[in-house]
């Protein structure tokens, strides 16, 4: 299975301001996903990122607030604009390969998020 | 739409007590069945899977049965140990049944404690 590895791990940021999270794979996959856990509760997929394209949203979610890039097959970054303390969650990415033939994914360790 | 059930937590176990927790699912087609674990503090690592029905997913002791009439796939373990203590999901995933969709769908989760 894929390695992957997010920063930061975890950070306190004040509220109003932008936090950015990479996501690295350690090899080439077709598929990235980026997943919200609020504090106690099951993972919400935030969007799908597309390598080349726009990320693809799930209801709920807007660009303009979680702003995503997926530059090549190996990476991908996801923005918290404009937080508040409702944003605090841990944010996973994960990872597909369709060219393996699996449905199975892969999760980062996760960037734990408290807005004050 | 898809949906996971779980059964409510927390549970706490004895060591060396058996375990289930228990799973069903409603779906459109034909989904692929996964068991995630998460340990304090980390990210979700796949436990096990199963694709189609009969099929039993196993890892480190914990088994699972794709059980179609009864739409469950109950997690169980013979003999649980302190270091199983963790929060489990029970997952399902449309991308191979004809939905297309490799979005993952989530169970609310299970804390398990496992106490010596």
């Known amino acids: 299975s894929a390695v992957i590895s997010q920063k930061p791990s975890r950070d306190i940021c004040q509220r109003g301001t932008s936090l950015t999270i990479q996501c690295q794979v350690d090899s080439q996959v077709t598929m990235m996903f980026w997943y919200r856990q609020q504090p106690g509760q099951s993972l919400t997929l935030i969007a799908t990122?597309?390598?080349?394209?726009?990320?693809?949203?799930e209801s709920g979610f807007v660009i303009d607030k979680f702003p995503i890039s997926r530059p090549n097959l190996t990476f991908s970054t996801l923005t918290v604009s404009n937080m508040s303390p409702e944003d605090s969650s841990i944010y996973l990415c994960s990872v597909a390969n369709t060219w393996t033939g699996g449905d199975e994914q892969y999760f980062g360790p996760g960037t734990r998020l408290t807005v004050t | 739409g898809d949906s996971v059930t779980q059964m409510e937590g927390p549970v706490t176990l004895s060591e060396e007590a058996f375990l289930t927790i228990n799973c069903t699912y409603t779906?459109?087609?034909?989904?692929?069945l996964f068991w995630y674990v998460q340990y304090p503090g980390e990210g979700l690592q796949l436990l096990l899977k199963?694709?189609?029905?009969?099929d039993k997913g196993s890892n480190k002791g914990f088994e699972a049965t794709y059980r179609k009439e009864t739409t469950s796939f109950h997690l169980e373990k013979g003999s649980v140990q302190v270091s199983d203590s963790a929060v489990y999901f029970c997952?399902?995933?449309?991308?191979?049944?004809?939905?297309?969709?490799?979005?993952?769908?989530f169970g609310k989760g299970t804390k398990l404690s496992v106490i010596p």
């Open positions: 997952a399902l995933s449309e991308a191979y049944s004809g939905a297309g969709s490799y979005q993952l769908t």
């Open positions: 199963a694709t189609k029905a009969d």
């Open positions: 990122a597309n390598q080349g394209s726009e990320a693809t949203y």
């Open positions: 779906a459109t087609g034909y989904p692929s």
